[in-house]
């Protein structure tokens, strides 16, 4: 059995690291992956609701208080306007995590699609989705985000589309890799002489076993993703000044994060927390939902 | 008026299938057969032979350069659309490997259930269910197994669920390709008296392809051997097993190992000096 | 147990073997408590189906997974290869037990060419390249393999598959070791290709006065190879015997079942075939539905 696919990961050994089981490929969950698992329920939860947990009006300016130090009336101080950067970091949590999921949901759509239509339209078909996927690879987020920045107005929609229109073409490589494999297994040919349609074929059975590799990437990538918006946010282009995102927050604290470290530390910690949860999630996910690993042998 | 009796159920005409690269050779090598109603067609040979190719050919998954596939009477290699699809429909195949034979994401009442979903024979779906609880009954499999997922069977279990799965469109004929070689002796004991049943009690017809001599002896009345593509001994199992007319054919059933002590040393005293100079002719 | 005349002392002897693997759920205990002798010059085979725990007997003989908790004795000419150190039980692999493995391709360096294989258990322990060069070209021919000195120089992927297996047979016994063990090293060949390797390796055992271990799976193999049979069946040796007396009248119920399950072209054609050696086929299904 021989068929493992390799799923291509970017931190597939951070999980190992955390768990301390060299190769934990049974798919136990273990208290990491509760935890990670844990953290980012509550990012998502936080991304619904975040706003209305904000114990205070997170763009209420009051200069009396600018720059407060956490203690117990802000418990993670306020930042250069006087605003409750608690509030401001749940607020934000919801901006930065809708926009990660549009643009991974976005991505994938288009990555899937056109990634199998290049695995299943025979030759022609696939070389010239896999031709427009290069030019697509070969262009950096940030600088198609700051050309659209520069025709739209600089926007968080305008990031958004820049990071979907620059993500899509790795999921289509992938996809069209996944499929290819799967195109040829045993029991799609078993499906094939059963006398399936053709719909019912990608639909039921190639699709289903070839896309929980891509499943764990997006997962992955959600990390990845965060972090592109909140670098787009503190250059400029993405979520603009005063609105709570999590990277604009760092961006618009530049010139005080020496003299008050709060200003940057919670948001830049919710980054990072909500990235490793999702990486986590991911390679807990990938082990999760191969049925050839899990069952060993075979 | 028996005219549909006398025509085979499966005729394969001068079958030729190249594959691009390895400098053209021929996989399969106008090869012709024929299966009757009722009668199973063992397919021998060693890896490589084509045997498997010409299986895949039979059962459309390959199409072949030329020659044709005659179900019935009606060409295959040229139909298209509905009429194949229920011609199509009277051959089924059973894979080698029921580890990846099976849809790892479908329910076993999936599994046996999407044929007569596709084809329309039994739309209702809480029938299809009482008719999926029968075949896996004709396979020698409980009820209580419906809604597993094909990892918690044994390799045995699950070739007995890919059997459940081509018989419930009801065919004709079911082509086997190598459907006991990865299964234990014992296991492979009960498979092989269940396609017996299968024989005895749905007049099934077979096309069996092995490289198992005995397994073919054990199963099927009728046998042709393949080599590099070609057959080069068709006949009764009676004539090819006791007395084979190509060379091929005694030197392979001369290396059959039989589970016999004292024959095995008799045939070793008669092979010595045949074998030594056999031994510089495998080359590359 | 050990009712078959002994030819001496045994050189290969495993004596209450028990080997058990750490797995999610706690300790797994494959082999439970395995005897078995092989004595110079004798051939002996052990059969069983998928999961008998034949071969990983055979891999314990030479200590070949690191993760494996063995208790009990294998003594190779009296010294016991489980209480050896690492680099004790390498001077015994190839020295003096050859091991043959099912699939040639994957025991083969694909980027060293057969003979720089072949020599190597004769280069570590010293020997000049020309007389290992010499000795392996000697070896080849005897094997059949045609033109020897020239494939010598060869990769293993310009070989087919039985010869590749010659190959592998003759890197295991380039060294002239005592012990032998080949583990399903015919079950990736065609018919005839299988029937030479058997006939070659019997040979080459003879000549050398070898002590051989066959794990195999085929009871046909077992009948035109070896002199006397081992059963094994979880874990343990059920019944265990010359090849005559066990085929002819074998005493434990599972070797009856195993012999009565294999077709035989002779038999009657379409005879109900013994499945009684099916450990009745359970589904074995765990709470979260993982196989066994």
Same mark, same amino acid.
């Given at each position: 059995?021989?068929?493992?696919?390799?799923?291509?990961?970017?931190?597939?050994?951070?999980?190992?690291?955390?768990?301390?089981?060299?190769?934990?490929?049974?798919?136990?969950?273990?208290?990491?992956?509760?935890?990670?698992?844990?953290?980012?329920?509550?990012?998502?939860?936080?991304?619904?609701?975040?706003?209305?947990?904000?114990?205070?009006?997170?763009?209420?300016?009051?200069?009396?208080?600018?720059?407060?130090?956490?203690?117990?009336?802000?418990?993670?101080?306020t930042?250069?306007?006087?605003?409750?950067?608690?509030?401001?970091?749940?607020?934000?949590?919801?901006?930065?995590?809708? =926009?990660?999921?549009?643009?991974?949901?976005?991505?994938?759509?288009?990555?899937?699609?056109?990634?199998?239509?290049?695995?299943?339209?025979?030759?022609?078909?696939d070389?010239?989705?896999?031709r427009?996927?290069?030019?697509?690879?070969?262009?950096p987020?940030?600088?198609?985000?700051?050309?659209?920045?520069a025709?739209?107005?600089?926007?968080?929609?305008?990031?958004?589309?820049?990071?979907?229109?620059?993500?899509?073409?790795?999921? =289509?490589?992938l996809?069209?890799?996944?499929?290819?494999?799967?195109?040829?297994?045993?029991?799609?040919?078993?499906?094939?002489?059963?006398?399936?349609?053709?719909?019912?074929l990608?639909?039921?059975?190639?699709?289903?076993?070839?896309?929980?590799?891509?499943?764990?990437?997006?997962?992955?990538?959600?990390?990845?993703?965060?972090?592109?918006?909140?670098?787009?946010?503190?250059?400029?282009?993405?979520?603009?000044?005063?609105?709570?995102?999590?990277?604009?927050?760092?961006?618009?604290?530049?010139?005080?994060?020496?003299?008050?470290?709060?200003?940057?530390?919670?948001?830049?910690?919710a980054?990072?927390?909500?990235?490793?949860?999702?990486?986590?999630?991911?390679?807990?996910?990938?082990?999760?939902t191969?049925?050839?690993?899990?069952?060993?042998?075979? | 008026?028996?005219?549909?009796?006398?025509?085979?159920?499966?005729?394969?005409?001068?079958?030729?299938?190249?594959?691009?690269?390895?400098?053209?050779?021929?996989?399969?090598?106008?090869?012709?057969?024929?299966?009757?109603?009722g009668?199973?067609?063992?397919?021998?040979?060693?890896?490589?032979?084509?045997?498997?190719?010409?299986?895949?050919?039979?059962?459309?998954?390959?199409?072949?350069?030329?020659?044709?596939?005659?179900?019935?009477?009606?060409?295959?290699?040229?139909?298209?659309?509905?009429?194949?699809?229920?011609?199509?429909?009277?051959?089924?195949?059973?894979?080698?490997?029921?580890?990846?034979?099976?849809?790892?994401?479908?329910?076993?009442?999936?599994?046996?259930?999407?044929?007569?979903?596709?084809?329309?024979?039994?739309?209702?779906r809480?029938?299809?269910?009482?008719?999926?609880?029968?075949?896996?009954?004709?396979?020698?499999?409980?009820?209580?197994?419906?809604?597993?997922?094909?990892?918690?069977?044994?390799?045995?279990?699950?070739?007995?669920?890919?059997?459940?799965?081509?018989?419930?469109?009801?065919?004709?004929?079911?082509?086997?390709?190598?459907?006991?070689?990865?299964?234990?002796?014992?296991?492979?004991?009960?498979?092989?008296?269940?396609?017996?049943?299968?024989?005895?009690?749905?007049?099934?017809?077979?096309?069996?392809?092995?490289?198992?001599?005995?397994?073919?002896?054990?199963?099927?009345?009728?046998?042709?051997?393949?080599?590099?593509?070609?057959v080069?001994?068709?006949?009764d199992?009676?004539?090819?097993y006791?007395?084979?007319?190509?060379?091929?054919?005694?030197?392979?059933?001369?290396?059959?190992?039989?589970?016999?002590?004292?024959a095995?040393r008799?045939?070793?005293?008669?092979?010595?000096?045949?074998?030594?100079?056999?031994?510089?002719?495998?080359?590359? | 147990?050990s009712g078959?005349?002994?030819?001496?002392?045994?050189?290969?002897?495993?004596?209450?073997?028990?080997?058990?693997?750490p797995?999610?759920?706690?300790?797994?205990?494959?082999?439970?408590?395995?005897?078995?002798?092989?004595?110079?010059?004798?051939?002996?085979?052990?059969?069983?189906?998928?999961?008998?725990?034949?071969?990983?007997?055979?891999?314990?003989?030479?200590?070949?997974d690191?993760?494996?908790?063995?208790?009990?004795?294998?003594?190779?000419?009296?010294?016991?290869?489980?209480?050896?150190n690492?680099?004790?039980?390498?001077?015994?692999?190839?020295a003096?037990?050859?091991?043959?493995?099912?699939?040639?391709?994957?025991?083969?360096?694909?980027?060293?060419?057969?003979?720089? #294989?072949?020599?190597?258990p004769?280069?570590?322990?010293?020997?000049?390249r020309?007389?290992?060069?010499?000795?392996?070209?000697?070896?080849?021919?005897?094997?059949?393999?045609?033109?020897?000195?020239?494939?010598?120089?060869?990769?293993?992927?310009?070989?087919?598959?039985?010869?590749?297996?010659?190959?592998?047979?003759?890197?295991?016994?380039?060294?002239?070791?005592q012990?032998?063990?080949?583990?399903?090293?015919?079950?990736?060949?065609?018919?005839?290709?299988?029937?030479?390797?058997?006939?070659?390796?019997?040979?080459l055992?003879?000549?050398?006065?070898?002590?051989?271990?066959?794990?195999?799976?085929?009871?046909?193999?077992?009948?035109?190879?070896?002199?006397?049979?081992?059963?094994?069946?979880?874990g343990?040796?059920?019944?265990?015997?010359?090849?005559?007396?066990?085929?002819?009248?074998?005493?434990?119920?599972?070797?009856?079942?195993?012999?009565?399950?294999?077709?035989?072209?002779?038999? #009657?054609?379409?005879?109900?075939?013994?499945?009684?050696?099916?450990?009745?086929?359970?589904?074995?299904?765990?709470?979260?539905?993982e196989?066994?």
């Amino acid at each position: 059995m021989s068929t493992t696919t390799p799923v291509p990961t970017r931190s597939a050994g951070l999980r190992n690291l955390l768990t301390r089981k060299g190769g934990n490929k049974q798919g136990h969950t273990t208290f990491v992956d509760r935890a990670a698992l844990g953290v980012a329920g509550l990012m998502v939860l936080l991304a619904l609701v975040g706003p209305y947990l904000a114990p205070m009006d997170p763009y209420a300016v009051d200069l009396a208080k600018s720059l407060t130090p956490p203690g117990s009336e802000h418990w993670m101080g306020t930042d250069a306007n006087g605003r409750d950067i608690l509030s401001r970091v749940l607020a934000g949590g919801r901006t930065t995590i809708l =926009a990660t999921v549009a643009v991974i949901a976005v991505a994938t759509v288009i990555g899937t699609l056109i990634g199998t239509a290049a695995a299943l339209g025979g030759r022609i078909v696939d070389e010239i989705l896999m031709r427009i996927c290069d030019v697509g690879l070969s262009l950096p987020a940030i600088v198609v985000a700051l050309g659209l920045a520069a025709a739209m107005g600089p926007s968080l929609q305008s990031a958004v589309i820049a990071l979907a229109a620059t993500w899509w073409p790795g999921y =289509a490589r992938l996809v069209r890799t996944l499929v290819r494999e799967t195109r040829d297994a045993e029991f799609v040919e078993s499906a094939r002489v059963l006398g399936v349609s053709r719909t019912r074929l990608v639909l039921r059975h190639v699709l289903p076993n070839s896309l929980s590799a891509l499943y764990v990437q997006t997962t992955l990538d959600v990390s990845a993703v965060m972090l592109v918006i909140s670098g787009l946010s503190f250059v400029g282009v993405g979520a603009q000044v005063p609105a709570s995102e999590w990277g604009a927050m760092i961006a618009a604290s530049r010139d005080t994060a020496i003299t008050a470290w709060w200003t940057v530390l919670f948001p830049g910690l919710a980054i990072a927390l909500t990235a490793i949860a999702f990486n986590l999630v991911g390679d807990w996910l990938r082990v999760r939902t191969d049925p050839t690993l899990r069952t060993g042998g075979r | 008026m028996n005219t549909a009796e006398e025509t085979p159920l499966l005729e394969a005409r001068n079958l030729v299938k190249t594959f691009s690269g390895r400098s053209g050779t021929r996989a399969v090598n106008d090869v012709s057969f024929t299966v009757r109603r009722g009668e199973a067609l063992g397919l021998v040979g060693e890896s490589g032979s084509g045997k498997s190719t010409t299986a895949r050919c039979v059962a459309g998954l390959l199409h072949p350069d030329s020659g044709q596939v005659l179900i019935a009477g009606q060409d295959v290699t040229r139909a298209r659309g509905r009429a194949l699809r229920a011609t199509r429909r009277r051959i089924q195949m059973v894979f080698q490997d029921p580890y990846s034979s099976l849809n790892p994401r479908m329910t076993v009442a999936d599994l046996v259930g999407e044929g007569m979903y596709v084809h329309g024979i039994e739309p209702d779906r809480v029938r299809r269910r009482d008719r999926t609880v029968e075949l896996l009954e004709t396979v020698g499999m409980g009820s209580e197994h419906l809604d597993r997922y094909p990892r918690s069977f044994s390799g045995g279990q699950r070739q007995r669920i890919a059997i459940a799965r081509a018989l419930a469109v009801g065919p004709d004929l079911l082509i086997c390709d190598e459907p006991v070689a990865s299964l234990d002796v014992s296991v492979q004991a009960q498979v092989l008296n269940l396609f017996g049943d299968l024989r005895e009690k749905l007049g099934l017809s077979l096309l069996f392809i092995a490289h198992d001599l005995a397994v073919v002896h054990h199963l099927c009345g009728r046998v042709a051997v393949m080599n590099s593509g070609r057959v080069v001994e068709q006949g009764d199992r009676e004539q090819v097993y006791t007395s084979p007319r190509h060379p091929y054919t005694r030197a392979l059933l001369d290396a059959v190992p039989v589970p016999d002590p004292a024959a095995e040393r008799a045939r070793a005293a008669g092979r010595g000096a045949v074998h030594t100079q056999n031994h510089h002719e495998e080359k590359r | 147990m050990s009712g078959h005349p002994t030819q001496g002392t045994p050189l290969l002897r495993i004596q209450d073997l028990c080997v058990s693997y750490p797995t999610p759920d706690g300790l797994k205990e494959v082999v439970r408590g395995v005897d078995l002798s092989v004595s110079r010059g004798e051939r002996v085979a052990l059969v069983g189906e998928s999961g008998s725990g034949k071969s990983v007997t055979a891999r314990s003989v030479l200590r070949l997974d690191s993760e494996a908790r063995t208790s009990g004795r294998v003594l190779i000419d009296g010294q016991d290869v489980l209480e050896m150190n690492s680099k004790e039980v390498r001077r015994v692999r190839g020295a003096r037990a050859g091991l043959v493995f099912q699939d040639p391709l994957a025991s083969l360096n694909p980027v060293k060419t057969v003979g720089w #294989q072949i020599t190597q258990p004769l280069r570590i322990r010293g020997m000049g390249r020309r007389e290992a060069r010499r000795r392996a070209v000697d070896l080849l021919g005897r094997l059949g393999v045609a033109d020897p000195a020239r494939r010598f120089d060869d990769y293993p992927h310009q070989f087919s598959g039985g010869m590749r297996q010659r190959v592998v047979i003759a890197i295991a016994v380039i060294a002239e070791p005592q012990v032998l063990i080949a583990d399903e090293p015919t079950t990736a060949l065609d018919v005839q290709v299988q029937a030479q390797v058997l006939e070659l390796l019997g040979e080459l055992a003879q000549e050398k006065d070898m002590a051989v271990l066959l794990i195999t799976h085929d009871l046909g193999i077992v009948a035109g190879f070896a002199q006397r049979v081992a059963v094994m069946r979880d874990g343990k040796l059920v019944e265990e015997g010359d090849v005559d007396r066990v085929y002819a009248s074998p005493r434990h119920p599972y070797t009856r079942a195993l012999l009565d399950a294999v077709p035989r072209i002779g038999d #009657q054609p379409g005879r109900r075939l013994g499945t009684a050696a099916a450990t009745a086929d359970p589904v074995s299904v765990s709470p979260e539905g993982e196989e066994l």
